[in-house]
């Protein structure tokens, strides 16, 4: 934004001021619970309450009616780190890679994509102790926003697909016993399943899913050098009998890559807040001030990819000061190293993420891919969050099983 001499913007909405924060420094006050409030859905994306039967999802919600919701789904998540291991995910993933069908020099006609609806499997399968069907989730993740202006399905339509994925979950091992779980819950049971179906379907399928396509993107765009980097870890990690989080954290190059894909192509790009009272703002192009009730929107992207912290910012480079980009990623409702707690914005769910992703990553190391679609970005795709422009295809794949 240095053309403009700021990084922070007022700008008017159909007669309501919104400002825009860009830079790594003014970006901080968004993660402010005390002086800042979310607002339900995304600016021009509103939230569809007939997918969650009236509900609205923890992440809307504030102060009490959020750390009560929040608090529950961090005990449940509790639950599936203390019996989900590393190692368990690294034999879902690598089955699903066992399942993909392998093809060669097909006509660009014909290019085949890639099938990652099976992070979707993955992720239904950790959280909830059974796959859903992708299909399914993928119609109901259709449905989650509408935009202000867009077209709409009928309501009947949208409630026969609620009905249909909320009959799915309760029947899921997890749901089944959750009582067990959650042994004195606040929330009534049919509220807190829709929220885990959220959390499920739209923060946990729904961001890996991108994210993993992201990655793969990236990953094609490497140098060779980098490649065999990361396809040395992968091996030495997978062929490893220890496969738990600390081993993997200190796979670098593979961090590395992971830190770049969240950095360059968060799948939360904004931050919507409004304000909870009269206050200043700091900022790397000076003070402003915000009135209570101003709407705020915190762009993450921007500020991930601000000029003043990162050399070439807008390029994939596995060579950058890990700890600088940690300190400056918020792909994850808050700063990377923040605890989550259930008076806070950060994501409770970033581990197991974290945990999936990188396991694709390793697997992606061992498939051989030609792609023939055009990998570039440009970010002129409104709603793609996504690391190209267009879907990625390819005209070669085929996954080396070792086993």
């Known amino acids: 934004m240095k053309e403009y001499k700021s990084t922070v913007f007022k700008v008017n909405f159909h007669e309501k001021d919104h400002t825009f924060l860009y830079d ?7 993660y402010d619970p005390n002086k800042f409030e979310k607002t339900v859905g995304f600016g021009f994306f509103h939230f569809n309450p007939t997918i969650l039967k009236g509900n609205v999802p923890v992440q809307f919600l504030n102060d009490n009616e959020h750390e009560i919701r929040k608090a529950e789904l961090m005990e449940y998540l509790l639950y599936i780190n203390n019996t989900v291991s590393v190692n368990d995910i690294v034999q879902l993933v690598e089955e699903e890679f066992k399942q993909m069908p392998s093809f060669e020099e097909l006509s660009l006609k014909k290019a085949n994509k890639i099938d990652i609806a099976s992070v979707v499997k993955v992720v239904t399968k950790v959280f909830l102790g059974d796959v859903i069907d992708p299909d399914k989730v993928l119609k109901w993740q259709a449905v989650m926003f509408e935009f202000q202006y867009g077209f709409k399905l009928s309501r009947t339509e949208e409630k026969r697909i609620a009905d249909e994925i909320f009959k799915l979950v309760t029947e899921a091992p997890n749901i089944l016993k959750l009582d067990k779980i959650i042994k004195s819950s606040k929330v009534e049971k049919e509220e807190l399943i829709w929220q885990i179906i959220w959390m499920t379907m739209f923060n946990g399928a729904g961001a890996t899913r991108n994210r993993t396509v992201s990655s793969l993107i990236t ?28 081993t993997l954290s200190s796979l670098n190059t593979i961090h590395a890559l992971f830190l770049e894909v969240c950095r360059l192509f968060t799948t ?16 790397t192009s000076g003070r402003f001030e915000l009135n209570k009730n101003d709407f705020v929107q915190g762009k993450v992207i921007g500020a991930q990819r601000d ?73 002129t795709t409104v709603g793609r969050l996504i690391a190209s422009d267009k879907p990625l295809r390819v005209k070669t794949f085929a996954y080396r099983n070792d086993n």
Do not use: W
Not at 24 to 30: L, N, V
Not at 221 to 245: G, V
Not at 268 to 283: D, F, T, V, W
């Open 24 to 30: 790594h420094e003014a970006i901080k006050a968004c």
């Open 219 to 246: 990953f094609l765009q490497l140098s060779d050098t980098e490649k065999q980097n990361i396809a040395k870890e992968s091996e030495d990690f997978l062929s490893s009998n220890i496969k738990d989080e600390t």
């Open 307 to 379: 000029p003043d912290l990162f050399n070439d910012p807008n390029t994939i480079s596995l060579r950058r000061d890990k700890e600088l980009v940690e300190d400056n990623l918020y792909a994850f409702g808050g700063k990377f190293h923040e605890t989550a707690t259930s008076t806070n914005f950060k994501c409770p769910g970033q581990s197991l993420g974290m945990i999936i992703l990188k396991i694709y990553i390793m697997h992606f190391s061992k498939c051989s891919i030609v792609p023939v679609s055009n990998l570039s970005y440009t970010g």
């Open 268 to 283: 939360a790009p904004n931050a919507y807040r409004k304000s909870k009272e009269k206050q200043i703002i700091n900022s």
